[in-house]
């Protein structure tokens, strides 16, 4: 294409409004009077939901390969390995003609209710934000776009359409935002994509704030703002909000409306000009690359989703019962064997090029063992007890039972939330049942989201998290329950032992068309250590079939500025007999902080496989953002100068070693003493202390005199406690007549003199 600016110029003013919405359901408007072509978006973000009729929304796909979905990708805790499956995504996005793929979806799983939870990675926003960033980047290297989704704070299917999340600024950018933020500036998607919902008040394709000043202001986002389906109410507002593209369409109403307004001079025409722009850069970079010219490896990208479903299954619970050994007598039981529930349902719904059954992949694999198969539910959710006998009468004649139990597609779903965390009334029945008579019983789960299991768990020998693990996840399942696969996958998000210990259970899913995030930081793990909450397996979590030593913890330097960050070392032993891969985890601490933080927080991680014996000296950096909070009082990150703790572990509750380091503040912060600053924020603040010190002693000094002497005990109160909590000018108000002038001018003057201060510092 040409010069883009020259070739924004050479568009009419109609051309450049249908150009900012879609002309069909997947497509983006051609204009071929100046050879510019139309750009195909398609759904994702687990493989490509490609529909041969672009004017068709829910039409079946085109078959492609169906990934693992985002709650096990998480779980992987492997960016190489997300990035390797990006670069499949995308042969196969331009084999079937697609020049953007609709995802990765990186919202924080606020609660376990959410019903598209297994399309998002985590509880946690730093994990979130590393794994969302390979995937785009392994995605993108192919010349395919992406869309970060779902822009912001879109944690329900509740009223997802118009919820109002109302959510506190240090939460939004602690919480909510920065998986969002670190992809945006490390990967650089193609477009982001705007979710359904308000945030305070205000719908995410309309929120300026969210859209032009934090995205594309503050991270630099120089790509392509695209709704979700729908999600524009006013064209106009969402255009004058850093809405670049709206979709789907065609919608001649809405282009009539950006035409009207430019023309009655109610829309800045160089607003919809750089909407042009970002989406002709797109375009641009979309025709790059050359579409449906060649095919993908449909067994190779089978191979891999296997590879990926194994990686990412957590082996929850085991009593020494795994690995199977070949010859046993297997009793198999429950339909998810046989009729694998492998994905979520809606918009992410892949047809997948084959599907790999359970049952036949663990008869593959079983040696001369027997194996018989009950169904053990029923496909609805009614109760069969005669399903259940049958199992139970299998179960106690073999050497194992292996039940799979799965949430239905009525439980779990893109369009509406769970209402509780329990499987089916007969899986359960079936699960006890059936470990009743045989205690060696594996449950193998399949599920977007945790389970509650408090009323069959200590009846069973293992559990396996398999999560809706795509099309060769019956394949990765064998591999993992016989060895083949040491299981290396950790918990992207914590097991609570019941739904009214989970840290929004008061809140979620609101009410009146409003959700408040009463909850504040304290999602996930956060929640559960400050409240000391037993949680049934905690963030991080996952077992092994070897077992692992962390040794010489040690930080680069015991003190570091803030700019410069630190690394934290550990050596990392393989004790076991059989090869296998260890998650090293780093939690930061502080000792003290100006406002409320979280007992710990993830701000590193790394993935090391290690052979038998084998030691490793893992290294992993921990740049200034791993120690800052967000202070609103600022409007910005603040890393406090102090001591920290690196905590340094397998899971969130499992710390193997820890190491303190100091960091030195560089940057010291403005002071932001006003009129009604209390004496204790006068004395706490660097510029101020020194201005204000002296008198206040002579105040504390003549306050006692006034109250008969320095003992207060009298009047029963702690006079120093009762000072420091007022204002200044109050408590020099009860002094007046001992001041020299009035106590508003003694402020006045001592705030000059620290405004002069702040002056000279900056």
């Not at 559990?463 to 083949?484: H, N, R």
Request: charged share 20%; hydrophobic share 45%.
């Amino acid at each position: 294409m040409d010069d883009l600016s020259s070739l924004v110029a050479q568009m009419t003013l109609e051309e450049k409004a249908a150009l900012c919405t879609g002309a069909s359901a997947w497509t983006t408007t051609a204009v071929e009077r100046l050879g510019i072509p139309a750009m195909l978006l398609s759904d994702g973000p687990h493989g490509v939901r490609r529909v041969p009729d672009v004017h068709a929304l829910a039409a079946p796909s085109l078959p492609a390969t169906c990934f693992p979905t985002a709650a096990a990708l998480a779980a992987t805790w492997d960016p190489q390995l997300l990035y390797t499956m990006g670069e499949a995504l995308a042969a196969e996005a331009r084999a079937l003609g697609v020049d953007v793929l609709l995802g990765p979806g990186v919202n924080i799983k606020r609660s376990p209710l959410g019903g598209r939870n297994f399309e998002y990675f985590s509880e946690d926003p730093y994990l979130a934000g590393v794994l969302a960033s390979s995937l785009i980047q392994g995605i993108q290297s192919q010349g395919v776009g992406t869309s970060l989704k779902h822009y912001a704070v879109n944690n329900q299917e509740h009223e997802r359409l118009r919820i109002n999340a109302v959510v506190d600024e240090r939460t939004l950018r602690e919480i909510y935002l920065p998986a969002f933020e670190r992809a945006v500036k490390e990967a650089r998607p193609w477009t982001v994509m705007c979710a359904y919902n308000k945030v305070n008040g205000i719908y995410c394709s309309e929120n300026a704030r969210l859209l032009t000043q934090i995205l594309k202001g503050e991270w630099g986002f120089d790509g392509v703002v695209v709704s979700d389906w729908g999600a524009v109410h006013d064209r106009v507002r969402a255009l004058e909000a850093g809405l670049d593209l709206e979709m789907p369409g065609p919608k001649p109403h809405r282009t009539q409306a950006v035409v009207d307004a430019v023309r009655s001079g109610a829309l800045d025409e160089a607003v919809l000009d750089e909407a042009v722009r970002r989406i002709l850069a797109a375009v641009e970079r979309a025709a790059a690359t050359p579409k449906e010219t060649e095919t993908f490896d449909v067994d190779a990208h089978h191979a891999l989703a296997r590879r990926v479903a194994a990686a990412g299954m957590v082996l929850l619970k085991n009593d020494g019962i795994l690995p199977l050994q070949k010859g046993q007598c297997l009793a198999v039981i429950g339909r998810a064997a046989r009729e694998p529930h492998f994905q979520g349902g809606g918009s992410s719904h892949i047809n997948p090029t084959r599907v790999d059954i359970p049952l036949d992949e663990l008869a593959r694999l079983a040696g001369e063992g027997d194996l018989t198969y009950r169904e053990g539910y029923p496909a609805d959710d009614s109760f069969q007890q005669e399903l259940i006998d049958e199992a139970v009468a299998a179960a106690a004649e073999a050497d194992v039972a292996l039940i799979f139990a799965a949430l239905p597609a009525s439980k779990e779903s893109e369009g509406y939330d769970r209402t509780d965390l329990d499987l089916t009334r007969q899986q359960v029945a079936l699960i006890q049942a059936v470990s009743a008579v045989q205690p060696r019983t594996v449950v193998v789960l399949n599920s977007g989201s945790a389970i509650d299991m408090q009323a069959w768990i200590d009846g069973v020998a293992a559990v396996v998290q398999a999560w809706l693990m795509g099309q060769a996840g019956g394949g990765a399942i064998a591999d993992v329950l016989y060895g083949v696969v040491n299981p290396s996958g950790r918990l992207a998000e914590t097991f609570p032992m019941r739904l009214e210990d989970t840290p929004a259970f008061l809140h979620f899913p609101g009410e009146n068309g409003e959700v408040r995030y009463g909850e504040g930081l304290y999602v996930g793990y956060r929640y559960y250590d400050a409240r000391q909450i037993p949680v049934l397996f905690p963030f991080g979590h996952g077992l092994s079939y070897t077992t692992f030593e962390y040794s010489h913890a040690r930080p680069s330097s015991p003190t570091f500025r803030e700019v410069d960050g630190v690394d934290v070392l550990v050596e990392i032993t393989n004790t076991g007999q059989r090869a296998g891969a260890e998650v090293v985890q780093v939690y930061v601490r502080p000792h003290q902080a100006r406002l409320a933080r979280p007992p710990k927080e993830l701000k590193g991680f790394a993935k090391v496989e290690l052979a038998p014996g084998e030691t490793r000296t893992v290294t992993i950096h921990l740049d200034e953002r791993a120690f800052a909070y967000f202070d609103p009082a600022y409007g910005r990150w603040v890393a406090e100068g102090g001591q920290y703790d690196l905590l340094i572990g397998a899971s969130s509750a499992d710390i193997r070693a820890q190491v303190t380091v100091t960091l030195e503040a560089t940057r010291p912060l403005p002071s932001r003493l006003d009129m009604e600053s209390t004496v204790q924020e006068w004395l706490a603040d660097p510029i101020g202390r020194p201005l204000f010190e002296p008198m206040y002693q002579q105040m504390v000094a003549q306050l006692g005199a006034a109250l008969g002497g320095e003992d207060t005990a009298s009047i029963g109160m702690d006079m120093t406690a009762f000072i420091l909590d007022m204002p200044l000018v109050s408590i020099l108000g009860f002094q007046e007549a001992m001041l020299p002038a009035p106590a508003e001018e003694i402020v006045v003057d001592l705030l000059r003199r620290v405004q002069e201060a702040n002056a000279g510092a900056g």
